[in-house]
């Protein structure tokens, strides 16, 4: 008999969750999620840019590249979720569907620069330097890095336009492209 | 538990933080969007003439050997040249010519006498054969030529062959002004 108190306060020391949990209490639960990085252009307007006629009709220029007014092409909504994105451009000089040597005195490319702008301070600008023969089309370049995350129309500007040389251009339908990048700052450097 | 406690630490950062955690991380390619932009634009064919040398007049002087009133001989005139003609595209050449005729003694000419000197005119420089012209020929076959290439350059116009129409015996009418032209066209060919 002397030894039931003693057994009495192990039971008690067995179980003392069970007491608490007849009590009032406070518990945690972790919730978790995540966000990627993500970076989005809003759909080039125009998504085609047409300049119309490329070489002057008449004048002492007849022949050879017409004075060509900049074009704007605007991306609108364009957004980096995170912090430190870069716009790249990467420009490929137009070049006529006659895909023949062009003769002496002639070429059949059309050089211009591609400047982004509205993203980071200054611009992201391309300019190509294809050679007369629509060889070496294309250039790349970037811009400064934004160092938030941002939402707005980036505004891509072609002008400049030139043939090289300034020799008389090949008759027939001219093309070129302009790809616009927008993506973390580390990207463009990946391809360097 | 020194130990345990630094994995405990390091399990709670990341469950508190997992923007942080992503941050840290390099952003993969997926976060990375681009767009294309299309241009275009058309050189049409297109040729020129290119300029003339000189006064434009091929000036022979005297036609005629004043000794016997014929046609001379030796009539000759330096070339012209059309400096800086080009076709943006394949094209042709073509030269015609008009005889030179005396331009105030304008009724029938007498017996014995012409008022109408031939001539073959030339544009050379532009294809392998030069395009010729004989304004007393009833046809001109290689008045044109054709070129399959875009081509700038000089055009070599000459003047050459010398007749009096209805025959060499025949005298040439006097008049001050015979004149005659000479057109080269270049036609762009699409």
Known sequence: MKCKPGLALIVLAAFPATAIAQTTETGTVAVEGQVRPVCVLGDPNPALVNLGQLSANSGPRTGRIAVIAPRTVTLPASYCNFAGSVVSVTATALTSNDTSAPQPGFARAVNYTASASNWASGTSTATTAALRDGTVPTASGFGATQPLPKIADITLTLSSFTAPGDLILVAGNYSGTVVVTLGPAAFPNEDN | ?190
């Open chain 2, 1 to 190: 538990m020194r130990r345990q406690a630094a994995i405990f630490s390091a399990l709670l950062a990341a469950l508190a933080l997992p923007g942080s955690a992503l941050a840290a991380e390099a952003p993969a390619s997926g976060d990375t969007d681009s767009a294309t932009v299309g241009i275009i634009g058309t050189v049409p064919a297109m040729c020129f003439g290119g300029t003339l040398t000189g006064d434009g007049t091929f000036d022979l002087g005297v036609l005629v050997d004043l000794t016997t009133g014929q046609l001379r001989t030796d009539l000759s005139a330096p070339n012209k040249l059309l400096v800086g003609s080009f076709c943006t595209s394949r094209s042709s050449i073509t030269v015609s010519a008009t005889p030179l005729e005396a331009q105030n003694y304008t009724a029938a000419a007498p017996n014995g006498f012409s008022r109408v000197v031939h001539y073959q005119a030339s544009a050379a420089g532009w294809t392998a054969l030069p395009a010729t012209y004989n304004t007393g020929a009833a046809s001109n076959a290689a008045a044109t030529q054709s070129r399959s290439t875009a081509f700038t350059g000089d055009i070599t116009v000459a003047i050459s062959n010398f007749s009096t129409a209805g025959g060499a015996s025949l005298r040439l009418v006097g008049d001050p002004s015979y004149r005659g032209v000479v057109t080269v066209t270049l036609a762009a060919v699409n």
